[in-house]
């Protein structure tokens, strides 16, 4: 049976990994990392495609005055580093663009979430278990 050391708990402590893993923590990491995997690539490939939304919309007029480019290929290079970090980005565009603040919320709770991913792989994915 392997065991593991939970940070933040007694270094004595040890958990089993089938015990660890049963738990709905283990439940919430893994459907936060498919979500995190899936979300940005579907997103980021859409940023070519504009299936589900026509993306450029989203671009506040002074990020466009800004950009050389329309805001078209803008949303092209977004596309490709399309990842958590860049939601800071998105919301400080948001908010000072009008009118999409709901969309704003919303990423700052991906931001929340993404913090959350983070701080549950260092219990469940931690770098030394990698191989």
Do not use: C
Not at 3 to 18: E, L, Q
Not at 71 to 96: S, Y
Not at 109 to 121: E, N, S
């Amino acid at each position: 049976m392997t065991t593991h050391t939970v940070s933040g708990v007694d270094p004595s402590a040890r958990i089993s990994t089938a015990a660890l893993r049963a738990g709905p923590a283990y439940q919430a990491f893994t459907l936060l990392r498919i979500g995190f995997t899936v979300a940005p690539i579907v997103f980021g490939l859409d940023k070519f495609f504009n299936v589900l939304v026509t993306w450029e919309i989203y671009v506040a007029p002074w990020v466009s005055r800004l950009i050389s480019g329309t805001a078209h290929r803008f949303m092209d290079v977004v596309g490709v580093v399309e990842i958590a970090a860049w939601l800071a980005g998105i919301i400080t565009n948001l908010l000072t663009y009008s009118g999409h603040y709901d969309v704003a919320l919303r990423d700052f709770g991906l931001v929340l979430a993404a913090a959350t991913q983070t701080r549950l792989a260092s219990i469940y994915d931690p770098p030394l278990r990698r191989r």
